[in-house]
Protein backbone atom coordinates (compact mmCIF):
# COMPACT_ATOMS: atom_id res chain seq x y z
CA UNK A 1 0.00 0.00 0.00
CA UNK A 2 0.97 3.60 -0.94
CA UNK A 3 -0.35 5.85 1.49
CA UNK A 4 -1.89 8.91 -0.91
CA UNK A 5 -3.85 12.33 -0.27
CA UNK A 6 -5.52 13.81 -2.99
CA UNK A 7 -6.66 18.12 -3.08
CA UNK A 8 -7.53 20.71 -5.68
CA UNK A 9 -11.11 19.28 -5.90
CA UNK A 10 -13.87 22.26 -5.94
CA UNK A 11 -16.69 23.63 -7.68
CA UNK A 12 -16.62 25.68 -11.18
CA UNK A 13 -18.42 26.54 -14.41
CA UNK A 14 -18.24 24.68 -17.27
CA UNK A 15 -15.46 25.69 -19.67
CA UNK A 16 -13.72 26.39 -16.13
CA UNK A 17 -10.23 24.64 -14.92
CA UNK A 18 -9.32 23.01 -12.01
CA UNK A 19 -5.69 21.26 -11.12
CA UNK A 20 -5.88 18.48 -8.23
CA UNK A 21 -2.48 17.19 -6.86
CA UNK A 22 -1.86 13.91 -5.33
CA UNK A 23 1.07 13.90 -2.21
CA UNK A 24 2.28 10.29 -2.04
CA UNK A 25 4.51 10.24 1.06
CA UNK A 26 6.39 7.25 0.68
CA UNK A 27 7.06 6.91 -3.03
CA UNK A 28 9.07 5.73 -5.58
CA UNK A 29 8.15 5.71 -8.73
CA UNK A 30 9.94 2.94 -9.82
CA UNK A 31 7.87 0.26 -10.10
CA UNK A 32 4.62 1.81 -9.67
CA UNK A 33 2.41 3.33 -12.53
CA UNK A 34 0.21 6.22 -11.08
CA UNK A 35 -2.93 7.24 -12.18
CA UNK A 36 -6.44 9.02 -11.63
CA UNK A 37 -9.78 7.52 -11.56
CA UNK A 38 -13.04 9.01 -11.37
CA UNK A 39 -16.46 7.98 -9.85
CA UNK A 40 -20.08 9.64 -10.78
CA UNK A 41 -22.59 8.70 -8.35
CA UNK A 42 -24.33 5.65 -9.45
CA UNK A 43 -21.48 4.89 -12.28
CA UNK A 44 -18.58 2.37 -12.10
CA UNK A 45 -15.22 3.86 -10.91
CA UNK A 46 -13.56 4.70 -14.41
CA UNK A 47 -9.89 5.67 -15.28
CA UNK A 48 -9.04 8.82 -16.24
CA UNK A 49 -5.05 8.80 -17.17
CA UNK A 50 -2.16 7.08 -16.08
CA UNK A 51 1.47 7.61 -16.51
CA UNK A 52 4.59 5.73 -16.09
CA UNK A 53 7.99 6.52 -14.56
CA UNK A 54 9.30 8.27 -18.31
CA UNK A 55 6.14 10.26 -18.33
CA UNK A 56 4.32 8.19 -20.90
CA UNK A 57 0.75 8.85 -20.73
CA UNK A 58 -2.36 7.11 -21.53
CA UNK A 59 -5.83 8.97 -21.63
CA UNK A 60 -9.21 8.14 -21.65
CA UNK A 61 -11.00 9.13 -24.66
CA UNK A 62 -13.55 10.90 -22.78
CA UNK A 63 -11.12 13.48 -21.82
CA UNK A 64 -8.10 13.43 -24.60
CA UNK A 65 -7.00 17.10 -25.57
CA UNK A 66 -8.79 19.11 -22.05
CA UNK A 67 -7.06 16.91 -19.15
CA UNK A 68 -3.13 16.85 -18.81
CA UNK A 69 -1.39 14.21 -15.98
CA UNK A 70 2.10 14.96 -14.59
CA UNK A 71 4.44 14.15 -12.23
CA UNK A 72 6.91 16.22 -9.94
CA UNK A 73 9.54 13.86 -8.67
CA UNK A 74 11.37 15.82 -6.27
CA UNK A 75 7.91 16.93 -4.62
CA UNK A 76 6.37 13.20 -4.59
CA UNK A 77 3.25 14.72 -6.35
CA UNK A 78 1.37 14.05 -9.00
CA UNK A 79 -0.79 16.47 -10.77
CA UNK A 80 -4.24 16.14 -13.23
CA UNK A 81 -4.91 19.19 -15.10
CA UNK A 82 -8.06 19.78 -16.01
CA UNK A 83 -9.47 21.97 -18.64
CA UNK A 84 -12.65 23.14 -20.45
CA UNK A 85 -14.42 21.00 -17.91
CA UNK A 86 -18.04 19.71 -18.46
CA UNK A 87 -20.83 18.72 -16.39
CA UNK A 88 -19.80 15.52 -17.45
CA UNK A 89 -16.99 15.61 -15.42
CA UNK A 90 -18.48 15.73 -12.31
CA UNK A 91 -17.29 12.83 -10.22
CA UNK A 92 -15.30 12.05 -7.10
CA UNK A 93 -11.44 11.92 -8.21
CA UNK A 94 -9.11 9.77 -6.97
CA UNK A 95 -5.19 9.00 -7.05
CA UNK A 96 -4.03 5.55 -7.71
CA UNK A 97 -0.80 3.69 -7.77
CA UNK A 98 -0.94 0.47 -9.43
CA UNK A 99 1.78 -2.59 -10.86
CA UNK A 100 0.47 -2.14 -14.56
CA UNK A 101 0.10 0.41 -17.26
CA UNK A 102 -3.13 0.41 -17.89
CA UNK A 103 -6.89 2.18 -17.24
CA UNK A 104 -8.34 -0.20 -15.32
CA UNK A 105 -8.98 -0.18 -11.66
CA UNK A 106 -8.34 -4.28 -10.86
CA UNK A 107 -4.74 -3.04 -11.50
CA UNK A 108 -4.48 -0.40 -9.10
CA UNK A 109 -3.91 -1.30 -4.86
CA UNK A 110 -3.72 1.94 -3.69
CA UNK A 111 -5.85 4.23 -3.24
CA UNK A 112 -6.40 8.08 -2.40
CA UNK A 113 -9.59 9.39 0.02
CA UNK A 114 -10.64 11.41 -3.21
CA UNK A 115 -11.65 14.52 -4.20
CA UNK A 116 -14.94 16.08 -5.04
CA UNK A 117 -14.97 17.97 -8.83
CA UNK A 118 -18.29 19.69 -9.39
CA UNK A 119 -19.11 21.12 -12.65
CA UNK A 120 -22.39 23.28 -13.54
CA UNK A 121 -23.38 24.39 -16.39
Known amino acids: QVPLVESGGGSVQAGGSLRLSCAVSEYSYRGYYMAWFRQAPGKEREGVAV???????LYADSVKGRFTISQDNAKNTLYLQMNSLKPEDTAMYYCAAGRVFALRKEYFGSWGQGTQVTVSS
Open 51 to 57: INIDGIT
